[in-house]
């Protein structure tokens, strides 16, 4: 695989908390190896807003983050992918449509923070968690050296980042 920017779509059922936050780890941990996208298969149309402030609090602009679908990254013009990661286990037994050019896929199954019930302390805390699951993962999948190993060494390695189980 070339050294040239990979870019990588993040797709989780509502694209309102752990695509849109292993998006932005990504663009940040990537440092320009990466651009990173998310879209879900059912948009919520926001962001979770416990999402939305850890993010914020964390340093990253949120201007531009919006919940968005999957049809977007799959119509003529849009760019494409190397790589696409399904982050929640709805998405992973759903039909995802088909990418153009073949990107390698794989999926990475964190909690979804948007489910958690309690105070808002305790979501955001978990919130928190997730992210960090999600930050390791990142951080990993980041400095692969893509270049020196083959599709097929690089489709191993994803699948056993999404077979790892991290703790909370």
């Given at each position: 695989m070339t050294d040239d920017v990979k870019n990588v779509l993040f797709l989780c059922t509502h694209n309102s908390a752990r695509s849109v936050m292993a998006e932005a780890l990504l663009n940040k941990h990537g440092k320009g190896r990466f651009k990173a996208y998310s879209a879900?298969?059912?948009?919520?149309?926001?962001?979770?807003?416990?999402?939305?402030?850890?993010?914020?609090?964390?340093?990253?602009?949120t201007s531009g983050s919006r919940s968005k679908s999957w049809d977007e990254f799959a119509k003529p013009g849009a760019p494409a992918m190397h790589f696409v990661f399904t982050v929640c286990d709805q998405a992973a037994g759903e039909a995802c449509p088909i990418w153009p050019g073949q990107p390698m896929t794989a999926h990475w199954?964190?909690?979804?923070?948007?489910?958690?019930?309690?105070s808002d302390a305790e979501k955001a805390a978990f919130t928190a968690d997730?992210?960090?699951?999600?930050?390791?993962?990142?951080?990993i999948f980041a400095q692969l050296p893509l270049?020196?190993?083959s599709k097929l060494e690089i489709q191993r390695k994803i699948d056993e980042m999404g077979k790892s189980k991290e703790p909370a």
């Open positions: 879900g298969s059912f948009p919520s149309g926001r962001i979770n807003p416990f999402v939305e402030a850890l993010l914020q609090r964390m340093g990253f602009d199954g964190f909690p979804d923070p948007s489910s958690v019930q309690g997730v992210f960090r699951m999600i930050e390791r993962r990142i951080q270049a020196t190993l």
